[in-house]
């Protein structure tokens, strides 16, 4: 397992294929260096590349999630894209704006579910990165806020585009233009986590209940899930069933059709090959 300057990659026990992913600047409250989206999308292609990673768990060391981006890289943000051209200039500020938004759409491209465990803080970047994720707990101390519009930035690595489908487009309106911090329970009634959980070491055992049940089905109809939500958030009913089709009639020659069904048949737990 590679070695990270801001992040931890944990195995949950020797047998389980369910992954930890932390967050590791606990000093400063997980704050999101260039470092870090450097090193998020490598950490996540080397868990969806090893067979043994049925299901990530990513979440923060330390008292917080994540406190948004790390303030630094907001003030260099001006001088390294600096060119004696403003369009260079402008060329080299997008090129960087992408290079973030590419890490964070990292979560996506990964086949395997990505599951955050929210405690403390969620603010700025760190709502980004949760609202890429395919599930979302927190604790009853969480609390959140898509905190861009007070630096004076429009939000630009993905929430303003995935917030709206996840708590509803006026819903996500109000939060990102006011920059309100809104609780864990104010959380779970828009839509943004499925459940919150009274502490820290409840929501660990909740996530963890969560993610050996995924790990125990079909990696490939876990992957398909994914996959085939994803996609379809951007596509019409119609072009979404087309996508599904052209995807089953691939996946559904797979034999875990078969041992899922004579594994019920049965009454056994189903053995199902890594992905
Ligand atoms: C192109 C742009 C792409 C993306 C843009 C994203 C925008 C954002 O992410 S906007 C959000 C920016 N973040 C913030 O405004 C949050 C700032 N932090 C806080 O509000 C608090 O630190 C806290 C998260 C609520 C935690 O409070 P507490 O537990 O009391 O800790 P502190 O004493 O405040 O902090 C300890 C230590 O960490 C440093 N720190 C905290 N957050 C950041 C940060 N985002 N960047 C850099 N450093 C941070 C803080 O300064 C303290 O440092 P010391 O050296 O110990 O003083």
């Given at each position: 397992m590679e070695n990270y300057k801001t992040l931890e990659i944990v195995q949950r026990s020797p047998k389980s294929s369910v992954f930890h992913l932390n967050l590791n600047?606990?000093?400063l409250r997980n704050a999101l260096s260039l470092d870090f989206f450097s090193e998020f999308?490598?950490?996540?292609?080397?868990?969806?590349?090893?067979p043994n990673v049925s299901?990530?768990?990513?979440?923060?060391?330390?008292?917080h999630f994540c406190s948004g981006i790390d303030l630094k890289v907001l003030d260099s943000i001006?001088?390294?894209?600096q060119s004696?051209?403003?369009?260079?200039?402008?060329?080299?500020?997008?090129?960087?704006i992408k290079?973030?938004?590419?890490?964070?759409?990292?979560?996506?491209?990964?086949?395997k579910p990505v599951i955050a465990g929210i405690h403390g803080a969620c603010i700025g970047a760190g709502i980004d990165v949760v609202t890429a994720c395919d599930i979302r707990f927190c604790t009853e101390d969480a609390f959140f806020s898509v905190k861009e519009v007070d630096l004076a930035i429009t939000a630009d690595v993905g929430t303003l585009q995935r917030l709206p489908s996840i708590v509803g487009y006026g819903n996500a309106v109000e939060l990102a233009l006011t920059g309100r911090r809104f609780s864990g329970s104010e959380a779970k009634s828009l839509g943004l986590v499925s459940t919150v959980f009274a502490s820290k070491e409840a929501m660990d055992e909740g996530i963890r209940l969560v993610a050996e049940g995924i790990a125990a089905k079909s990696p490939l109809a876990v992957t398909g899930?994914?996959?085939?939500?994803l996609r379809g958030r951007d596509l019409t009913v119609d072009q979404g069933l087309d996508y599904v089709a052209t995807w089953n009639s691939g996946m559904l020659l797979s034999g875990d059709l078969a041992e899922a069904v004579s594994a019920q048949i049965q009454k056994r737990k189903p053995v199902f090959a890594k992905l």
């Open positions: 600047r606990p000093s999308p490598k950490a996540l292609d080397s868990l969806d590349q090893n299901v990530i768990i990513l979440s923060g060391n330390g008292a001006s001088e390294r894209s004696s051209d403003r369009g260079r200039t402008g060329e080299r500020l997008r090129r960087h290079f973030l938004q590419d890490a964070i759409t990292a979560i996506e491209h990964c086949r899930t994914k996959a085939v939500l």
